[in-house]
């Protein structure tokens, strides 16, 4: 599933098959744009006090200026179920991607109609803020705040590039599976499955199939008659992929039902495994239960996929519909881990109040180093560095402990990654020639569902070989980027440091 996450990717939820949320989303690094009134004041007097007479306009002049919003600008209003101290505001830009704002911010930002100059917005903000706003910290926040954000067009009028996060964990290579108009109409039929009732009656009557499965039938006996013929290991992945689909239904179904608009349904490639979302952005309009049904409309779904195999199972008695639903279950399984942006990690980030979980990874494993000068700041600075300290108790140990778990999880399983690749390549590349090989000696013998089997564990190999090579280098230049920034600050703290090593070749 996809969601935008504030300010991180479109809330698309990735699914795998797997942000998705999508619920892909909404796929870092954060930019919560912060100014306390207080902070705008001693801002934008410091940037006054810096211009020199010479350059500086004339305050009515500058009080004149007239700022245009940015065009298809969205107002969420306030992010519901937060888990922030202090309120979050959400705006969606017209490229999708959804921005967080504090009250400062969002007053400032809905003060600018394109016609109103800074002393009106200024006077319009103070109304709502409660506290004194000027002109000049209008000015200092359109400039150092908004239009950074992409939400206010430049003085000059020309484009920009609208800021993006380059998140290593997004899904890549999108396209469109089903429109958003149709998958409108088709949320709006099936939004009824969500009433309580109807959800009382299907998770009831799953438990109970479940029971009979696993503890009276058992799942092995169909599971081992379905490996032993080809053809229908192709019918079981084939339902698997239904049931994929079907699940990005439930995630628009229940956004519709939630009172928000769901966008398309699409495919994307997301780490190394082809992958479905939905774009349910729309969704941080509603409150938190809204968010969490959303959430978990997808894996809901999925249990009504399972109770219609049960269905053909009853009718037909063939064990191939039995293997489909195990392989449903283990689908479930995938998309309920909370680690990587699938539906679990924005079930816990909505249930946490925080959107952004792997945007809070840098500033809360930079609060717990045991360094003395996190401690000195204030205000904004402060808080960034003091890791969680903007938000609540519950939030803030929910989302600790996630990044705890999750960062050495990654950490490792990257580091064996790239460590194994060459001997992964070599593999892999060995096992293609054995799909060919295979796939050419079927057809020429006319074994059509061996040849099937074939070619798809060869189109298996190849995206997965494709995923690993973009990741590796994605990871090598993000490397490389980090040692050169990290070698330019070293020097430039060299250079302040010590002023005669700066020009010492000098003649």
């Known amino acids: 599933m996809t969601i935008a996450e504030p300010q991180t990717e479109t809330r698309t939820r990735?699914?795998?098959?797997?942000?998705?949320?999508?619920?892909?989303?909404?796929?870092?690094?954060?930019?919560?744009?912060?100014?306390?009134?207080?902070?705008?004041?001693?801002?934008g007097q410091a940037g006054v006090a810096a211009e020199s007479a010479a350059e500086a306009e004339p305050a009515a002049t500058a009080a004149a200026m007239v700022p245009r919003?940015?065009?298809?600008?969205?107002?969420?209003?306030?992010?519901?179920?937060?888990?922030?101290?202090?309120?979050?505001?959400?705006?969606?830009?017209?490229?999708?991607?959804?921005?967080?704002?504090?009250?400062?911010?969002d007053l400032v930002l809905r003060g600018i109609d394109g016609a109103s100059d800074l002393s009106a917005i200024a006077d319009e903000v103070t109304a709502g803020?409660?506290?004194?706003?000027?002109?000049?910290?209008?000015?200092?926040?359109?400039?150092?705040?908004?239009?950074?954000?992409?939400?206010?067009?430049?003085?000059?009028?020309l484009k920009t590039p609208l800021p993006r996060t380059d998140l290593l964990l997004a899904l890549r290579g999108r396209g469109t599976l089903v429109g958003a108009r149709q998958v409108g109409f088709l949320a709006r039929m099936l939004a009824w499955l969500h009433r309580p009732l109807i959800v009382?009656?299907?998770?009831?009557?799953?438990?109970?199939?479940?029971?009979?499965?696993?503890?009276?039938?058992?799942?092995?006996?169909?599971?081992?008659?379905?490996?032993?013929?080809?053809?229908?290991?192709?019918?079981?992945?084939?339902?698997?992929?239904?049931?994929?689909?079907?699940?990005?239904?439930?995630?628009?179904?229940?956004?519709?039902?939630?009172?928000?608009?769901?966008?398309?349904?699409?495919?994307?490639?997301?780490?190394?495994?082809?992958?479905?979302?939905?774009?349910?952005?729309?969704v941080y309009r509603v409150g938190r239960r809204g968010r969490l049904r959303t959430d978990l409309g997808g894996v809901y779904f999925n249990t009504i996929f399972i109770l219609a195999l049960a269905g053909c199972y009853a009718g037909t008695g063939r064990p191939v519909f039995l293997a489909a639903i195990l392989f449903v279950h283990f689908e479930i399984l995938d998309q309920l881990l909370p680690v990587l942006r699938f539906d679990g990690y924005f079930l816990l980030a909505d249930l946490a109040g925080v959107p952004d979980l792997f945007g809070r990874i840098r500033p809360i494993l930079r609060g717990l180093l045991p360094a003395g000068p996190r401690s000195s700041g204030s205000g904004a600075q402060g808080r960034a560095a003091g890791?969680?300290?903007?938000l609540r108790r519950g939030a803030r140990v929910a989302v600790t402990a996630w990044v705890l778990f999750t960062v050495p999880l990654l950490l490792g399983e990257l580091a064996w990654l790239l460590w194994h690749l060459p001997a992964l390549?070599?593999?892999?590349?060995?096992?293609?020639?054995?799909?060919?090989?295979?796939v050419h000696d079927d057809a020429l013998s006319h074994q059509w569902s061996q040849m099937t089997l074939d070619a798809v564990g060869l189109a298996l190999l190849a995206i997965p070989a494709i995923g690993l090579t973009w990741l590796a280098v994605k990871v090598l230049i993000r490397c490389v980027r980090l040692l050169a920034h990290a070698t330019h600050a070293r020097w430039a703290h060299v250079k302040r440091a010590h002023p005669r090593h700066r020009g010492r070749h000098r003649r």
């Open 14 to 43: 990735a699914e795998s098959p797997e942000e998705a949320s999508s619920r892909d989303g909404i796929e870092p690094e954060a930019r919560v744009l912060e100014q306390t009134a207080q902070e705008a004041a001693q801002a």
């Open 69 to 105: 919003p940015a065009p298809g600008l969205d107002f969420f209003g306030e992010y519901q179920g937060s888990g922030y101290a202090e309120p979050r505001y959400l705006v969606r830009r017209a490229d999708g991607q959804v921005v967080q704002l504090t009250l400062l911010l």
């Open 129 to 157: 803020f409660g506290r004194e706003v000027t002109a000049e910290n209008v000015a200092y926040l359109i400039e150092n705040k908004l239009q950074p954000a992409g939400l206010v067009l430049p003085a000059d009028g």
């Open 200 to 282: 009382a009656a299907v998770l009831l009557a799953a438990i109970g199939l479940d029971v009979w499965l696993f503890a009276l039938h058992g799942a092995a006996g169909p599971l081992l008659s379905v490996i032993k013929q080809p053809l229908l290991i192709v019918v079981v992945l084939s339902l698997g992929l239904a049931s994929a689909v079907f699940h990005e239904f439930g995630h628009a179904s229940a956004c519709h039902y939630s009172g928000a608009r769901p966008g398309r349904i699409g495919f994307g490639i997301f780490l190394i495994w082809p992958s479905l979302y939905t774009d349910v952005t729309d």
């Open 387 to 390: 890791g969680s300290s903007d």
């Open 425 to 438: 390549s070599r593999t892999e590349i060995a096992s293609g020639r054995a799909f060919a090989r295979a």
